[in-house]
């Protein structure tokens, strides 16, 4: 028999299902259950619910629901309470690049598409005007509440069921992996309060110019290649992707395989494989992230990737590690890099400005010696001289 506490604090009321946040997972499905069933009102607290508990729910539902995962339940509670609304600014989006049409009329296929386009521009999403990309992201998700919680007489795409038609659960899944990760990634930007402080000049182009003599190490190209096919993969792609195997894991490339054209796939193996520096400059930002690596496997026996950088999709787990750190850290945000120092974001922008500061900052991190690495980055470099002597005959 399962153990319960749930039963003796059941969710009456919209309060109740913002104060009280259940632990194990047969109380969450019991406060997904009456929470549904308030049919209005409790959306803070079913947000709340579903970003917290997107990655342990996400498991296959057992019994008489095939495709069914626990998180696509608390998606379908989300939707419940979720207030429709279709106001935006078409011009905005269109300058943006990511308007297809008007949400409120959108057909199955393009809400998928919209998804899609979001997507593939979320790394400039930072940049863009938060009010008006909340207004429109709310019309999409109120489209998606519309082909998700009711049956239709006739969708684009879907599953017959009876005289109706419904929405296939890989286009749930689609609709639900990018919810989360769009508000996830956006409140990852609210964490931290911001102190941005001007940067020292630099002499990190001679410094990293010097990692390039590792891509003639086959062994650096293929560890490389594992780091280029996460970051290549678009929020959602991997749920979408792995759908059909539920609850098995999935490689990014397999996943890239199965999300983006084949040909673009075997132009970046290629230049991953084979390219110059100027051929992997789409990556330069990973292949830089690389170089350091191996530098600090090299000199310091130690990976800086997992000491020292928080990647995007992984911010979620570490929040609060993250908080109490005690050495400086990068974090990858939006594409680009973020300085946590003393639970302050000191800098932002591209490897070529955050490093240097990590460098400068830290203050023997794990008991690294870094005087060395910071007089490379820092002092002028000594420019060698050639005498040529001319010897009389």
């Not at 009456?34 to 803070?44: I, K, P, Q, R, S």
């Not at 609709?175 to 769009?182: D, H, I, K, V």
């Not at 190490?217 to 560890?223: G, I, L, M, Q, Y």
Request: with cysteine.
């Amino acid at each position: 028999m399962y153990k319960s506490e749930y039963l003796t604090v059941r969710v009456m009321d919209p309060t109740d299902a913002i104060e009280y946040e259940p632990v194990e997972t047969v109380d969450k499905m019991l406060w997904l259950l009456d929470v549904y069933d308030l049919h209005a009102g409790c959306f803070t607290g079913a947000h709340r619910f579903f970003l917290n508990n997107y990655h342990a729910l996400h498991s296959r539902i057992p019994g008489c629901i095939p495709r069914w995962s626990k998180t696509m339940l608390a998606w379908v509670v989300l939707l419940q309470h979720l207030e429709p609304a279709f106001e935006h600014d078409k011009q905005w989006a269109c300058a943006h690049g990511i308007y297809v049409g008007d949400p409120a009329t959108f057909t199955v296929t393009q809400l998928i598409t919209a998804l899609d386009v979001l997507s593939m521009q979320w790394h400039r999403a930072r940049e863009w005007d938060a009010t008006k990309l909340r207004k429109y992201l709310h019309c999409v998700w109120s489209s998606a509440r519309k082909w998700t919680l009711h049956m239709h007489p006739a969708m684009d795409r879907g599953e017959k069921q009876g005289e109706h038609w419904k929405m296939k659960p890989v286009d749930i899944v689609a609709c639900m992996s990018r919810y989360y990760w769009f508000h996830q990634t956006l409140e990852q930007l609210t964490w931290f309060e911001e102190k941005l402080v001007e940067p020292e000049p630099s002499f990190w182009s001679t410094w990293i110019a010097r990692g390039e003599r590792h891509l003639v190490v086959r062994k650096f190209r293929d560890t490389l290649s594992a780091s280029v096919w996460m970051d290549r993969l678009h929020y959602g792609d991997m749920e979408i992707a792995s759908h059909k195997q539920l609850g098995e894991g999935m490689s990014a490339y397999a996943a890239l395989y199965k999300r983006q054209p084949v040909c673009l796939l075997q132009e970046l193996q290629q230049a991953v494989s084979y390219g110059s520096m100027d051929a992997m400059q789409p990556i330069l930002q990973t292949v830089q992230m690389h170089m350091i690596r191996t530098h600090f496997q090299n000199n310091h026996q130690m990976d800086f990737v997992k000491f020292f950088v928080c990647m995007e999709r992984d911010a979620w787990k570490h929040r609060d590690a993250l908080t109490g750190s005690m050495v400086p850290i990068l974090l990858q945000q939006f594409g680009s890099f973020a300085l946590l120092h003393d639970g302050v974001i000191r800098a932002r922008g591209p490897l070529s400005v955050v490093f240097p500061e990590w460098v400068r900052v830290a203050q023997k991190p794990h008991g690294i010696d870094l005087e060395y690495l910071h007089g490379q980055l820092f002092t002028p470099p000594v420019e060698e001289t050639v005498h040529k002597f001319e010897l009389p005959l």
